[in-house]
């Protein structure tokens, strides 16, 4: 029996999934120097080629505009990043959550007790320091105020958690938005005495791995079960050791975990 060319290729596709790009995308948020960024995530794109049997090449975004812009347009294929960008790519460009880091992202605005502040909406044009948008924290924060003419002075900060809180403790703000973690495990009980907290946010996923759906899921479903395995992850230290210190390997992601997630960076004046 004559079997069709075309009928015999595809067969082998659905047995023997492969990809048509010749060299796939990985990126993530330029929050390091290139060199950096290099060390950290080129090993993970090394670790990617041999999963997928294609090349994947790390490729580090010069900046946020350039970032947001190449994510926006579907240039990256694989990426790295918060749940509220992994929530966008899931909406708009059909990307698909791999795996994620361990635990969850979540966000406390802390005040002086002598501040004279009780709730939220008493930061209306009072100082509040902060990470640069679009950090978590910050975008969490400014969702909560609807009317772009009543909100808080924002004071952009930097240098970390750290440098947050060294602002408010100094007086350069009156409220400040910083991880629940940095502020219950790192800042010290006698420090924790002189603040009161304001606000909490919603527990949110940790940073998470997505990728394209030009990804076949028989090949999406490979990565998933070598990262969540500790060998399978070891490519990944240097990014546990940078933003998950007690991880050794990444947990599988849920879609239901980033439900409206996106709409953190959707239909706000400073957003999307």
């Known amino acids: 029996m004559k079997i069709n060319n075309g009928f015999a290729l595809s067969l082998v596709l659905l047995i023997f999934p492969v990809l048509v790009n010749a060299e796939l995308i990985f990126s993530a948020p330029p929050r390091e120097k290139p060199d950096v960024g290099e060390k950290l995530y080129g090993p993970i794109a090394e670790s990617l080629s041999v999963m997928l049997g294609e090349k994947v090449v ?11 812009m190449k994510m926006r347009r579907g240039d990256f294929d694989i990426i790295f ?8 790519r899931m909406q708009h460009i059909q990307h698909v959550p791999l795996v994620r880091l361990e635990g969850h992202l979540g966000f406390f605005i802390v005040a002086k007790k002598d ?11 009072r100082k509040i320091c902060g990470l640069a948008s679009p950090n978590l924290a910050t975008i969490a924060m400014l969702r909560e105020f609807k009317n772009p ?17 060294n602002n408010i403790k100094s007086g350069k703000c009156d409220a400040a938005v910083m ?6 495990n790192i800042l010290t009980e006698e420090q924790r005495a002189q603040f009161t907290i304001i606000w909490k946010s919603k527990r949110m996923p940790n940073q998470t791995i997505t990728a394209s759906k030009k990804i076949p899921q028989q090949l999406r479903e490979q990565v998933i079960a070598t990262l969540t395995s500790q060998k399978g992850s070891a490519s990944a230290d240097g990014l546990f050791k940078r933003f998950s210190k007690n991880s050794k390997q ?8 980033y439900e409206n997630l996106n ?8 957003g999307w």
């Open 58 to 68: 790390y490729k580090h975004p010069r900046d946020w505009l350039t970032y947001s």
């Open 81 to 88: 990043d918060g749940p509220q960008f992994s929530a966008w």
């Open 115 to 125: 501040a004279g502040l009780n709730g939220i909406q008493d930061l209306v044009a």
């Open 149 to 165: 003419v009543r909100q808080p002075i924002f004071v952009e900060t930097k240098g970390g958690m750290k440098g947050i809180f």
């Open 179 to 184: 991880r629940d973690g940095f502020y219950k």
């Open 250 to 257: 990444f947990i599988a992601s849920e879609n239901k975990d």
């Open 263 to 270: 709409m953190l960076l959707e239909g706000v004046v400073w």
